[in-house]
């Protein structure tokens, strides 16, 4: 009687990216996506901004929520611009993907309270549209890396020099063994 064993070892490396700008991210969509919610809430904040004696019926919460989401989207898109991100020791795409899903739900909240006071003044109505705007703009977003996410993709570096590059080492040993009476 005998028996065969494998073992089979699997190895995999990667090589991390240079920091550096990569150009061709701007043309990507969670690239173009960003640009998009940094505008929107540019937009959004200018416009909440206008009409200063609403700040106590919820334009403070609609600024807060407006420029904290325009600040913290420049940092990620510079971050994935200059390929920082990928250097960075954690879970980061989880932790980008949890900052856009409470940011969707404050947008949305900010939104909602901007309609509710749209009959003061035009340029509360002008922020409840673009705040609702970057609220979709942010949900598509925040899908998308859902879907990434699930599927187990990366972002992949767009622009030559650096790469993500993967080697697997595969190692098969088989041997027989007999029982010996």
Known sequence: MSTTYEQTTTTSSSVRP?????????????GIL????CVLDMIAFICASIFIWWGR??????????ISAFITTLVWFIFHLL????RLPSQWR?????????YTVMLLIAAVV??????????IGACAFFTFAATIVYAVDTFLMFKDWRSGTTTTITSGGGGTQS????TTTEYETRTQY
């Open 18 to 30: 240079e920091i550096g700008v990569d150009q061709g991210y701007i043309r990507t969509i969670p």
């Open 34 to 37: 960003k640009i998009v919610e």
């Open 57 to 66: 019926y919820g334009g403070g919460w609609v600024q807060f929520v407006t």
């Open 83 to 86: 390929k920082i991100v990928y």
């Open 94 to 102: 989880l932790i980008e993907f949890i900052y856009y899903c409470i």
């Open 114 to 123: 901007a309609a509710a006071r749209g009959s003061w003044d035009a340029s």
């Open 167 to 170: 080697s697997t080492v595969v």
